[in-house]
């Protein structure tokens, strides 16, 4: 079955988006805005934990690429706080979140779609900082993100992303969703490899994004290739009705600074 991948991606989170129930298309209140324009910000790129505040210089004046950020969050954070800021995001209806944001509030913030592994629109070296919530999960190939990641960034500037722990992906699916854990696929996990046809056509009726697990060599040591070294790590838990939080964490945050 052949399946374009990046436009069925585009499908599902407008559609998401468009029922704004998932936590990632939920845009900042007035009043995060207001905090942010005192210096009083705060920046998540996981569930539960904020990104650490010495983990980013102060925002004004900074470039900064919010990359497959879109749904009105991070941007307009950072743009109230100073930053000139571009969000970069597949799904026109969560570029849409930010949208509205920056004129609720104001905000000058460029907006982009396009696929997080293709930054070709960008020159090297154009962005002080880059910012990447949890979606690597939707790129079939996390290297080429970095690669593209590290050749915007200048010298010594920081990627700070939060990524899925490939475990998460062992289990079955349907079992996962019902509360109960039971191993069923190796990894690296991808739904375009490891799911069935029947089902994978299920999955492509219902409009749910296409997922990649990534093994760590290739999410941290891909970094690492890339040119940049980390210099952060924390890891962080899921929202509290997910099973698996009981036995260990489901996010990594990490902060990798460019050469």
């Not at 207001?34 to 210096?39: L, S, T």
């Not at 743009?79 to 969560?94: E, M, P, R, W, Y």
């Not at 069923?184 to 490891?194: E, M, Q, R």
Request: glycine share 8%; net charge positive; proline share 6%.
């Amino acid at each position: 079955m052949a399946i374009e991948i990046q436009t069925h991606n585009q499908t599902a989170w407008d559609k998401i988006a468009a029922v704004g129930q998932n936590r990632y298309t939920r845009v900042v209140t007035p009043e995060q805005i207001r905090e942010a324009r005192k210096g009083n910000w705060l920046l998540d790129v996981s569930p539960r934990k904020f990104v650490p505040r010495e983990w980013i210089p102060d925002p004004s004046g900074l470039d900064v690429l919010c990359l497959a950020s879109g749904g009105g969050q991070q941007g307009p954070i950072l743009a109230a706080a100073g930053a000139n800021v571009t969000v970069l995001d597949i799904s026109s209806k969560q570029l849409e979140q930010d949208r509205y944001v920056a004129q609720r509030e104001g905000l000058a913030v460029t907006l982009e779609q396009g696929d997080m592994a293709d930054l070709s629109r960008f020159k090297d070296r154009q962005f002080h900082l880059v910012i990447n919530p949890p979606s690597t999960m939707f790129a079939p190939d996390v290297r080429k993100v970095w690669k593209e990641v590290a050749r915007v960034l200048r010298p010594q500037g920081s990627l700070i992303t939060g990524i899925s722990n490939p475990a998460v992906y062992i289990f079955d699916k349907k079992k996962f969703n019902r509360g109960k854990l039971k191993v069923k696929y190796p990894l690296p996990y991808s739904d375009v490899a490891s799911v069935p046809g029947k089902e994978m056509k299920k999955q492509l009726a219902n409009g749910e994004p296409l997922t990649f697990s990534h093994t760590l060599q290739d999410q941290i040591g891909g970094m690492i290739d890339a040119g940049m070294v980390i210099t952060g790590f924390y890891e962080d838990y899921w929202e509290d009705h997910i099973v698996l939080n009981k036995y260990m964490p489901c996010f990594m945050v990490i902060r990798a600074q460019k050469l």
